[in-house]
């Protein structure tokens, strides 16, 4: 199972962006889609965005269209939300997923990072 590894968040001003980073070990980074979830106070998790195997598929929530970009590098074991026109409903506590077997849509997710914290300040 692979091992992942949030990092990039922060406290930031709406209208600000972010670039959050998932470093993957532990297996072959190219056969796992990946994905990020958030998390807010007193909320479900939620999907945010994910991407296939090969990089040239993604999906997006609604609530981010436009403004959030999910990207990886395979070469790096790397995979990337660039995050845009921060909002304050953007804070929650950012998680990084990936799934083995699965597509974006249909995905187990069973590997989760820690979770990185994303603050945005009206």
């Known amino acids: 199972q692979v091992q992942l590894v949030e990092s990039g968040g922060g406290l930031i001003q709406a209208g600000g962006s972010l670039r959050l980073s998932c470093a993957a070990s532990?297996?072959?980074?190219?056969?796992?889609?990946m994905a990020w979830f958030r998390q807010a106070p007193g909320k479900e998790r939620e999907f945010v965005a994910g991407?296939?195997?090969?990089?040239?598929?993604?999906r997006n929530a609604d609530s981010v269209k436009g403004r959030f970009t999910i990207s990886r590098d395979n070469t790096k074991n790397t995979v990337y939300l660039q995050m845009d026109s921060l909002k304050p409903e953007d804070t929650a506590v950012y998680y990084c997923?990936?799934?083995?077997?699965?597509?974006?849509?249909?995905?187990?997710?069973?590997?989760w990072g820690q979770g990185t914290q994303v603050t945005v300040s009206s």
């Open positions: 997923a990936a799934d083995r077997r699965g597509t974006i849509i249909t995905g187990a997710y069973d590997s």
């Open positions: 532990g297996d072959t980074f190219s056969n796992y889609v």
């Open positions: 991407i296939n195997r090969a990089g040239n598929g993604v």
